[in-house]
């Protein structure tokens, strides 16, 4: 194989009460890569399409993510990076994830798959580095391996695989303004207040617990987010007004998709997925900002292959 084409997928960290820990893997939106092996030993981004980014290997989230792997797999040949971005950056929907997880996963697809999916991790993370200058993986993890994902410690790296629901659905907006995940995290405090971890805490093991038990009424009364959606609220337009006319609409639960501005809501149906869609548009009536609505399942996979040559 020479040439890859791939599809990967947005993600939606933290999930209110996991913060940096949990995250979930969308399919109804995500970027298209093309990566293929070159002769000369180098790494090389030669095209990107949807969005200004910077083509310079270094300075580039895939481009740095793959320059890792490639310095740790030391192969007989290079590669060239096409990207195709459908997601815009700063949207609190994984995109510098959907970038760097496709980079390391074609390189390994195309080298006859060297490394498993859960060893790419830390490849990809390199690239969250470059983004928001935190080695976070919470988005990183659900693109490589679908579904939901804990990452149970950073140090060692220990990820575990959550199956869902077969009924759960994502409805997410995320209003066109950009906030820097960079500066998102600056807002947060240094240290939690010991009632709000044991809250928090006692949330997360809920939601782990709904999520294998498929029992949607835990899943929603744990999602709520005690360490960064009170500090984080402010900077996303409607925040509590689209909260609230989710909740209304049938969600199980709703907050920030990672740092924002995306605003993420779970349900049980499709049909209640679309309603809430419909209400989050409505917030947003009126207003000089546009918006995207996505409605999605669990994507159960992770990065798909599209073409191969
Ligand atoms: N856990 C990260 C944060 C996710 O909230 O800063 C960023 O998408």
New binding site residues.
């Given amino acids: 194989m020479n040439e890859i084409k791939i599809f990967s997928p947005a993600t939606v960290?933290?999930i209110s009460c996991g913060?940096?820990v949990l995250g979930l893997c969308l399919d109804t939106v995500g970027d298209e890569m093309v990566v293929r092996k070159t002769n000369e030993k180098k790494v090389t981004i030669t095209k990107i399409t949807g969005y200004d980014l910077p083509f310079e290997t270094r300075n580039n989230v895939a481009g740095v993510a793959a320059l890792s792997l490639v310095e740790h797999l030391k192969p007989n040949c290079g590669f060239e990076i096409e990207i195709h971005k459908k997601i815009k950056p700063g949207s609190?929907i994984?995109s510098s994830a959907a970038s760097a997880s496709g980079t390391v996963f074609a390189i390994n697809e195309l080298l006859g798959k060297p490394l498993s999916l859960k060893e790419l991790i830390p490849f990809a993370m390199k690239g969250e580095e470059l983004a928001?200058k935190?080695l976070?993986a919470?988005?990183v993890a659900p693109v490589l391996l679908g579904n939901f994902t804990l990452i149970r410690s950073y140090n060692p790296l220990d990820v575990i695989g959550i199956s869902a629901p077969e009924e759960l659905y994502v409805t997410v907006i995320h209003p066109q303004v950009e906030v820097k995940?960079s500066e998102?995290?600056k807002v947060l405090p240094k240290a939690i207040d010991l009632k709000k971890a044991i809250a928090q805490t006692g949330n997360m093991g809920g939601l782990i617990s709904g999520l294998f038990t498929s029992n949607y009424d835990l899943i929603g009364r744990s999602l709520h987010d005690e360490f960064?959606e009170p500090y984080r609220a402010s900077l996303i337009p409607n925040f509590n007004k689209v909260k609230e006319a989710c909740l209304n609409a049938g969600a199980l639960g709703s907050g920030i998709s990672?740092?924002g501005p995306s605003i993420f809501a779970l349900s049980k149906g499709k049909d209640v997925a679309k309603k809430i869609g419909k209400v989050m548009s409505e917030c947003f009536n009126n207003t000089a900002i546009d918006y995207d609505i996505h409605i999605s399942k669990i994507n159960t996979n992770g990065i798909k292959i599209l073409e191969t040559n």
């Fill in positions: 960290a933290n913060f940096d609190g994984g928001s935190a976070h919470d988005n995940t998102a995290r960064a990672g740092s």
